[in-house]
């Protein structure tokens, strides 16, 4: 792992624990191992450290999930894939998780992340597209589609990390309580 990916992790960690203004930049450098100066070096600002942390998780995780959609013949069938391959990252990457779910709406945001995030997305938002193309999705804004999906997402998760296991049959379970809320 190199200092760029050191310096995120790190981040990343301290954001959940302290937040984002309980964070000293010389505490980050610190827990990574590098000098304050070596973190500056790839991140002009702690701000700038933020929205590229974020960008570094939603990239692995739209990649994983990119991969679990392209299997599938049928849209419901893709659909259930990434659902069973975000409740495991989820489970799997806790940290990066949290960190998502706190950032999404915090003050730190830049338009250019949001557009990059969007940019991102492409192959989920392509199969959301698909599902209401083919009529699966009930008739509502994809804005409202994307929020409770991202409810239930919530909720499983942490219902999984009270439960301190990834019960296999609770993830279909939750699938298909999803489906039922979303499609026709």
């Known amino acids: 792992m190199g200092k760029r990916e050191q310096i995120i992790n790190a981040a990343i960690r301290l954001f959940v624990e302290q937040g984002f203004d309980n964070t000293p930049t010389s505490q980050i450098s610190k827990e990574a191992g590098v000098a304050t100066g070596t973190l500056f070096n ?14 570094y998780v939603k990239t692995n995780l ?30 799997n990457n806790r940290m990066e998780s949290e960190f998502s779910r706190v950032f999404v709406n915090s003050v730190y945001i830049t338009k250019l992340t949001k557009k990059r995030y969007e940019e991102l997305g492409g192959p989920i938002r392509d199969l959301m597209a698909r599902g209401f193309d083919e009529g699966l999705f009930k008739d509502v804004p994809v804005e409202l589609l994307q929020n409770v999906i991202g409810g239930v997402y919530q909720g499983v998760m942490n219902y999984m990390y009270e439960l301190d296991e990834l019960d296999e049959k609770l993830v279909a379970s939750s699938f298909d309580m999803l489906w039922d809320a979303i499609s026709k």
């Open 42 to 55: 790839y991140f002009s600002t702690k701000e700038e450290l933020i929205n590229e942390a974020y960008l």
């Open 62 to 91: 739209f990649e994983m999930l990119s991969e679990s959609c392209r299997s599938y013949i049928s849209t419901k069938e893709a659909f259930e894939g990434v659902w069973f391959s975000l409740i495991e990252w989820g489970y």
